[in-house]
């Protein structure tokens, strides 16, 4: 008896020495990613709060201003008169930002639902070898696939070549002359295989027993389809469209390549302006957008996290 009293006594005296081994793991486990977020996020956030808070030298430079109690509001009184004032001249082009995203967005889910759901109900054994052939070209960088969508829009490219033979237009076209639909399609070519990927693994996990029980109910290819496999994918819609419309709202290289003009600018554009302005005069306003862009961003975040935890409560 004294024997077992003293070994659950020691047991006892242990159970806190192995609470704090466990503590001590998974925070030596989360030590790399908090130092990252710190490092890469943290800092450059607050770097961007000091130069939006900060003032101009007598020679217009931006200075950072590291105090929060000495922050000024100048930058975030001049961005917004760029943004709602009498001469503002960001509020259309965030106007247009929006336009231009929602429409890529729209498009990419109508062309990646069905690549998606054709991979993962009638591909079969030939899974693997569709997804090679939907992702391989997007193995190439960014800049390289828009270079080359550049030499296929030009004046005498082979788009224009290939609608002439078939008599869709009676002159070549100026793709890259400042059109939007050009920055529209720039977009969703750019964007559409993230969407494939995620609308892909959300599909491939439907239960096809469910899919067979509507069916067995009466229902018919169309209506199971609207009924069972729709709703069951609309998380996987969800956070496909999240991971494609957050960097489409920030993306300026697609429309500086394929338009360049002033009337397809779009938000991330102004942004990139006034960040590289010719003496950093304009830097502090740019830190303010990047600020509003952030707060942009949060939203769409924030009811993405919320709607996957009602998703997953409802599904335990």
Same mark, same amino acid.
């Given at each position: 008896?004294?024997?077992?009293?003293?070994?659950?006594?020691?047991?006892?005296?242990?159970?806190?020495?192995?609470? /704090?081994?466990?503590? &001590?793991?998974?925070?030596?486990?989360?030590?790399?990613?908090?130092?990252?977020?710190?490092?890469?996020?943290?800092?450059?956030?607050?770097?961007?709060?000091?130069?939006?808070?900060?003032?101009?030298?007598?020679?217009?430079?931006?200075?950072?201003?590291?105090?929060? %109690?000495?922050? =000024?509001?100048?930058?975030?009184?001049?961005?917004?008169?760029?943004?709602?004032?009498? =001469?503002?001249?960001?509020?259309?082009?965030?106007?247009?930002?929006?336009?231009?995203?929602? &429409?890529?967005?729209?498009?990419?889910?109508?062309?990646?639902?069905?690549?998606?759901?054709?991979?993962?109900?009638?591909?079969?054994?030939?899974?693997?070898?569709?997804?090679?052939?939907?992702?391989?070209?997007?193995?190439?960088?960014?800049?390289?696939?828009?270079?080359?969508?550049?030499?296929?829009?030009?004046?005498?490219?082979?788009?224009?070549?290939? %609608?002439?033979?078939?008599?869709?237009?009676?002159?070549?076209?100026?793709?890259?002359?400042? %059109?939007?639909?050009?920055?529209?399609?720039?977009?969703?070519?750019?964007?559409?295989?993230?969407?494939? %990927?995620?609308?892909?693994?959300?599909?491939?996990?439907?239960?096809?027993?469910?899919? /067979?029980?509507?069916?067995?109910?009466?229902?018919?290819?169309?209506?199971?389809?609207?009924?069972?496999?729709?709703?069951?994918?609309?998380?996987?819609?969800?956070?496909?469209?999240?991971?494609?419309?957050?960097?489409?709202?920030?993306?300026?290289?697609?429309?500086?390549?394929?338009?360049?003009?002033?009337?397809?600018?779009?938000?991330?554009?102004?942004?990139?302006?006034?960040? =590289?302005?010719?003496?950093?005069?304009?830097?502090? /306003?740019?830190?303010?957008?990047?600020?509003?862009?952030?707060?942009?961003?949060?939203?769409?975040?924030?009811?993405?996290?919320?709607?996957?935890?009602?998703?997953?409560?409802?599904?335990?």
């Amino acid at each position: 008896m004294a024997q077992g009293q003293e070994r659950v006594g020691a047991g006892r005296r242990d159970r806190p020495k192995q609470k /704090e081994a466990h503590r &001590l793991f998974w925070a030596a486990l989360a030590a790399p990613g908090i130092i990252w977020l710190a490092l890469l996020f943290v800092v450059p956030f607050y770097a961007i709060l000091a130069i939006a808070g900060g003032q101009l030298d007598l020679f217009g430079v931006p200075i950072a201003v590291w105090n929060p %109690l000495h922050w =000024s509001s100048a930058n975030y009184s001049a961005a917004w008169h760029d943004v709602a004032g009498s =001469s503002a001249f960001v509020g259309p082009t965030i106007l247009r930002t929006l336009v231009y995203v929602a &429409l890529a967005s729209v498009i990419s889910l109508l062309i990646a639902y069905p690549a998606a759901y054709f991979v993962a109900r009638f591909a079969g054994r030939r899974k693997a070898l569709f997804l090679i052939l939907l992702i391989a070209p997007f193995w190439i960088s960014y800049m390289m696939r828009m270079l080359a969508w550049i030499d296929l829009l030009q004046t005498n490219g082979y788009v224009n070549k290939a %609608l002439s033979l078939l008599h869709l237009i009676g002159q070549p076209v100026n793709w890259l002359g400042g %059109l939007g639909f050009t920055v529209v399609l720039g977009l969703v070519y750019g964007y559409i295989p993230y969407l494939i %990927l995620v609308l892909y693994a959300g599909l491939d996990r439907i239960d096809p027993a469910l899919i /067979e029980a509507g069916r067995d109910l009466g229902l018919g290819r169309v209506r199971t389809f609207v009924h069972v496999t729709l709703p069951l994918s609309r998380q996987a819609i969800l956070t496909g469209m999240l991971i494609t419309v957050l960097p489409m709202l920030g993306d300026y290289f697609t429309n500086q390549l394929l338009s360049g003009t002033p009337g397809t600018t779009m938000f991330g554009n102004v942004i990139d302006d006034q960040l =590289s302005s010719s003496g950093g005069v304009l830097q502090g /306003e740019g830190a303010v957008f990047s600020l509003l862009f952030l707060l942009v961003l949060i939203a769409p975040m924030i009811y993405y996290v919320v709607a996957t935890n009602r998703s997953s409560r409802g599904a335990t």
